[in-house]
């Protein structure tokens, strides 16, 4: 059976800290719920309770099955700090069939 790139999913996570970010994504990984997680600082320009405001973040991108998406949601929400974090997945249109490959079998035990 073919690998469909559709079946996988970016989540896309940003946290107040490193430290928040890292405590969110090694249970993904550990628990397979994720296959990666990757961190980058960045700065955020957005609207909150009227005023425009920045702040430095980082971003998580996490990579999964579309199939999980549920199930890191509650993970993440579990265990981020903010009000209303982003938390929003796109799915992926293509990928390298050694990708997609390693993907599945790094999410094997979150199979839905």
Known sequence: MAIEPTDFILI?????SEAEARAIARPLVA?????????????????WDGEVCEDSEWQLTIATRRASFVAVRD???ARHSYDLPELVAVPLAAGTPEYLSWLRDSTAAAEV
Do not use: N
């Open 12 to 16: 896309f996570v940003t946290a107040g």
């Open 31 to 47: 628990d397979r719920l994720a296959a990666c997680v990757k961190l980058a600082p960045v700065s955020s320009v957005y609207r």
């Open 75 to 77: 993970a993440v929400l």
